[in-house]
């Protein structure tokens, strides 16, 4: 099956910064979503982009499907992004292990 | 418009007991899939629901199985169970053939098999 991969495993950035988090598909997919999970591990669905870029607030995302990975650009971080970030591929869901992105005051 | 819902919330079993955890869909969605989360791992797909039939499966034993009711919630059993079953369940829902394969979550039902 598809094997997803999400780089890097660990994020801590200061208040304000930037941070881009990647995702890696190994075959072509015809569903990916961003989520967040909270820690109270409720999934919060972040974008359904199975090729493109979408915005919303300070969150994007782009998927390149020919290039098989998709990219979650996070701008000017807040504390509340505090979490782990996961990408799911294909119909089955096949989730990567996430990024915990810790965001200091 | 109502989302995802799961019950119980927190479940607390010991070996070799059966388990029931519950789903109900978003509003106007048809499909529900299941998903296990060990502690620090992303989750893993366990089986997806569609038309009261299961239409896809992962790498889980036989001792997981699934229902799901006319009105699209599903049921997620567990029988003889085994430490290592003791995860957050997630029940995800879906609508088949909408103009996305999007798949909305609940909030889990927290299993600790003693």
């Known amino acids: 099956g598809i094997q997803v991969e999400q780089s890097p495993p660990d994020l801590i950035l200061q208040e304000g910064a930037n941070s881009t988090l990647r995702c890696n598909f190994s075959?072509?997919?015809?569903?990916l979503q961003w989520f967040h999970q909270n820690p109270w591990g409720q999934l919060i669905n972040l974008f359904y982009i199975p090729s493109g870029t979408k915005q919303n607030g300070r969150l994007s995302a782009t998927t390149v499907a020919t290039e098989r990975y998709s990219l979650l650009y996070i701008s000017s971080s807040q504390t509340t992004d505090s979490g782990v970030y996961f990408c799911?591929?294909?119909?089955?869901?096949?989730f990567g292990a996430g990024t915990r992105l810790t965001v200091k005051p | 418009d109502a989302g995802v819902t799961q019950s119980p919330t927190h479940l607390i079993k010991t070996r070799g007991q059966q388990v029931t955890l519950r789903c109900s869909p978003k509003?106007?969605?048809?499909?529900v899939s299941w998903y296990q989360q060990a502690l620090g791992q992303g989750p893993q797909f366990i089986f997806q629901?569609?038309?009261?039939?299961?239409?896809q499966r992962g790498n889980f034993p036989d001792r997981f199985s699934g229902h799901q009711f006319p009105n699209y919630s599903s049921e997620l059993n567990v029988n003889a169970l085994l430490l290592g079953d003791s995860a957050l369940y997630l029940c995800a829902s879906s609508l088949a053939g909408g103009a996305t394969n999007e798949q909305f979550f609940g909030p889990g039902t927290r299993l600790t098999v003693l």
């Open positions: 629901y569609y038309e009261e039939e299961e239409r």
């Open positions: 075959d072509s997919v015809n569903n």
């Open positions: 799911a591929a294909h119909n089955d869901m096949r």
């Open positions: 509003s106007g969605h048809d499909t």
